[in-house]
């Protein structure tokens, strides 16, 4: 858990400031975009022994694979939200003089915010598997490595038992973040709770 919330933590300060960039400037986007679908192409298995190599057996390895999974998700998901706020919006606020901050600040923030969650919500659930990741590439204990020597010894009853608190550590992460969600976007879903479907005649 250490390694799956240390991951998380870093993952949603990079890949908020990715966000960030990407939206400033077009150059950036079209350097970084690239860079980060890339990123979730290579199999992390093959690049176990550089991971190995830089960051050693210690938590740095896990820490570091949570946040090769946990990146994406996050940035894209507030990346897309930037990109949903209508151009005509941001013309109006800016004819009635409102800086870039004030733009970023009162539209487009509010606007990236659903998105941002939705990655939030997959990185959460993609953390505690890849701190189990980290685990089976270099580690001297934890879930991954208990799920190894369990496999090794064929304690089928001890492999699904790992499973099944992976799922629940999962759904425990990603419980928290939508109890977030609710909180921070409390205008959003007082207002899908309140719609009612009209009736059809």
């Not at 980060?36 to 690049?47: D, E, F, R, Y």
């Amino acid at each position: 858990m250490t390694a799956a919330l240390s991951g998380l933590l870093i993952s949603v300060v990079i890949g908020s400031l990715t966000a960030i960039l990407m939206d400033m400037s077009q150059i950036l986007r079209r350097i970084l975009y690239p860079y980060m679908v890339v990123s979730q192409t290579v199999p992390i298995i093959a690049v176990a022994p550089l991971i190995i190599i830089w960051f050693g057996y210690g938590i740095s390895a896990k820490i570091f694979t949570v946040i090769l999974v946990c990146f994406f998700p996050i940035a894209l998901g507030l990346f897309e939200g930037f990109q949903q706020v209508p151009i005509d919006q941001i013309r109006l606020m800016k004819a009635m003089g409102a800086s870039g901050y004030k733009c970023f600040r009162y539209l487009k923030l509010p606007s990236g915010l659903p998105g941002f969650f939705t990655g939030l919500k997959l990185a959460a659930t993609y953390s505690v598997m890849g701190a189990v990741i980290g685990e089976w590439l270099g580690g001297s204990a934890g879930l991954g490595i208990y799920m190894t020597r369990a496999t090794k010894s064929f304690q089928t009853a001890q492999v699904f038992a790992v499973i099944l608190v992976i799922i629940a550590l999962s759904m425990a992460l990603f419980g928290i973040v939508v109890a977030l969600d609710r909180f921070f976007l409390a205008w959003r879903h007082q207002h899908k709770d309140e719609y009612v479907e009209p009736k059809k005649a």
